[in-house]
């Protein structure tokens, strides 16, 4: 299927020379001189690479055929992430290095979407939220509010995020896994 540049978008995938790319950034550009352009940053969906890339007004490029299943992560060993297919049991290993920062945000059984392009996993998309429990910060103190100023918390699955004054050791939060930023603190 071919996608022209009046469809680009965040988040669009798209195939250059044979390989799967993610669109993370465009701009139209109207130069007073010349024809119509558009600037974007793409993403090597498997090995994680940027790429500038410029496109003429109008030009048709390739959408990549990706393919996305509902899986559970498992369990890390070492440089591995296991995951589970969760219709069919079957169960695959990425590595680190394909997972990027994701694994900073990924607590144990939560549900992903795992990208395949041609049979091969690309890399996952988190849940658009995640709930960890803080690890490590400094005490809150009683009055501070969520206007307050925030402090960094450190997250079991090891991420450092700034949380509201009041977050305390042993609290379970709500991120957003876009932004990266504290929603809510959540009561069990």
């Not at 395949?116 to 996952?124: A, L, R």
């Amino acid at each position: 299927m071919q996608v022209s540049t009046s469809d680009f978008r965040n988040g669009l995938k798209i195939e250059l020379d044979g390989d799967p790319y993610l669109m993370i950034e465009f701009q139209h550009v109207k130069p007073g001189k010349g024809g119509a352009f558009v600037r974007t940053k793409l993403k090597h969906m498997s090995t994680g690479r940027v790429l500038d890339r410029t496109f003429r007004a109008g030009e048709k490029v390739t959408a990549a055929q990706v393919e996305q299943k509902q899986m559970q992560f498992l369990y890390r060993d070492g440089d591995y992430y296991y995951f589970m297919d969760t219709g069919t049991y079957e169960q695959t290993h990425l590595q680190r290095a394909q997972l990027g920062d994701a694994t900073e945000l990924m607590p144990e059984n939560v549900i992903i979407t795992m990208l395949f392009n041609k049979g091969k996993s690309m890399g996952i998309e988190l849940p658009n939220f995640v709930e960890l429990k803080v690890v490590e910060t400094d005490p809150g103190l009683r009055g501070d509010t969520s206007s307050g100023g925030s402090k960094p918390a450190s997250m079991e699955s090891g991420a450092v995020i700034q949380v509201p004054l009041f977050i305390n050791i042993g609290d379970t939060i709500r991120i957003d896994t876009r932004s990266r930023e504290y929603i809510e603190r959540v009561y069990s």
